[in-house]
């Protein structure tokens, strides 16, 4: 399969910059915040917009400390610092959310700004009845990033209707790049598949993992011969990525074709699997 999509690349940085490295970090535990905190000053620093009414703070939910949304009757707004990702270039959203007996009218939304843009939104609930916990994961590249999350609950249900939000982290995903034609998981000490210099540079000895980004190009096929796990995938107008089983590659982000470029499934139509947004399939 082939398909023409525009890619802009702002840094890329070596395998020895930060590889995996978790930039920021926030659980809302106690003390830092305290529990009915709406700000943190903190080395994570946060702060928020109040909703009209209710509950949009820090507060303790089963035992767990989390940002609590409850009965607000408006929406309330939670903003991070901006957080340098400028080591890497890539950076690796995740959060946790808890939703239950909201209704119609609720919601959790989050976005994330680069670089001063506009926000984008990644990640949503829009009302669910029955308690859901969610995973929202997104990829970004460029300085830096901000996360906001827009939320509201109208009490309907008894006034128990209520999102909690947790582990919101930012994480460096540095770039892997095809030096030769191989395996996926071939990290032969000093001829593997892969390097962290660029195309065609030295071995990494490494493979790719769920905290970094391939890029597939300089005329190599690159052959997925195990399952395997990454959080981009970019095959270059003369890259060739291919299926030599029925393996699964799991993705937390974009698979991304440049024209030219080379996708073959070998029937494995079920191959891959999604943990993130944009699979062309």
């Not at 994330?112 to 969610?134: K, M, Q, T």
């Not at 391939?214 to 060739?240: H, K, P």
């Amino acid at each position: 399969m082939k398909q023409t999509l525009i890619y802009v690349a702002l840094m890329i940085m070596s395998w020895g910059v930060a590889h995996g490295q978790v930039l920021w970090n926030e659980t809302f535990t106690d003390p830092d915040p305290l529990l009915g905190s709406t700000v943190d000053n903190g080395a994570t620093a946060w702060s928020t917009v109040q909703p009209p009414n209710g509950t949009f703070a820090t507060a303790e939910v089963l035992g767990e400390d989390v940002f609590l949304v409850n009965n607000t009757d408006g929406e309330g707004v939670w903003i991070s610092e901006w957080i340098d990702i400028s080591l890497t270039g890539y950076a690796l959203l995740d959060l946790d959310v808890g939703s239950g007996f909201t209704g119609g009218g609720d919601y959790l939304r989050v976005y994330y700004s680069v670089n001063n843009g506009p926000d984008s939104l990644f990640f949503a609930i829009e009302g669910s009845f029955l308690a859901i916990d969610a995973t929202g994961t997104g990829v970004v590249q460029g300085d830096s990033v901000r996360i906001t999350v827009r939320s509201t609950t109208d009490g309907s249900f008894f006034g128990v209707d209520s999102y909690t939000l947790d582990n919101v982290s930012v994480t460096a995903v540095t770039t892997l790049y095809s030096r030769k034609s191989g395996d996926w998981d071939d990290a032969t000490p000093g001829n593997g598949t892969w390097s962290a210099l660029g195309l065609g540079g030295a071995s990494c000895d490494c493979i790719p993992t769920n905290t970094t980004r391939v890029e597939i190009g300089n005329i190599n096929t690159v052959s997925i011969n195990v399952a395997g796990s990454t959080t981009e995938v970019l095959v270059l107008n003369n890259g060739t990525l291919q299926w030599s089983s029925a393996s699964t590659l799991s993705l937390r982000g974009n698979f991304l074709i440049n024209s030219g470029g080379t996708v073959s499934l070998n029937g494995n139509t079920g191959a891959i699997t999604s943990l993130g947004f944009n699979i062309p399939y």
